[in-house]
């Protein structure tokens, strides 16, 4: 089993930043890739950006140039950097992990963005 937490959320004005982080613990060897997923209200849920065991990344394009996803695997913890954020990034905002055919989830930390 993998276990994850997200951390870091908040209410924040349109322009600024907040980092999240996701603490992995449990079963942590041949997790593969790791990402952050958001769900905002009345709309489906979308990947936001991931990351492989071997650092590559790729971003939704609504986030390419502002998020940034960076992985410590020493300290068994994933980020994801938000900048310059918009209304529309208010969401519910979950860590992911990949190992072998599993997807794990956090319970998710709120996102809101508002003046």
């Known amino acids: 089993q993998v276990q994850l937490v997200e951390s870091g959320g908040g209410l924040v004005q349109p322009g600024e930043s907040l980092r999240l982080s996701c603490a992995v613990s449990?079963?942590?060897?041949?997790?593969?890739?790791m990402g952050w997923y958001r769900r905002a209200p009345g709309k489906e849920r979308e990947v936001v950006a991931r990351?492989?065991?071997?650092?590559?990344?790729n971003y939704a394009d609504s986030v390419q140039g502002r998020f940034l996803i960076s992985r410590d695997t020493t300290r068994n913890t994933v980020s994801l950097q938000m900048n310059n954020l918009k209304p529309e990034d208010t969401a519910v905002y979950y860590c992911?992990?990949?190992?072998?055919?599993?997807?794990?989830w956090g319970q998710g930390t709120q996102v809101t963005v508002s003046s």
């Open positions: 992911t992990a990949d190992r072998f055919t599993w997807e794990y």
């Open positions: 449990g079963v942590t060897s041949d997790i593969y890739r």
């Open positions: 990351i492989t065991s071997g650092g590559g990344t």
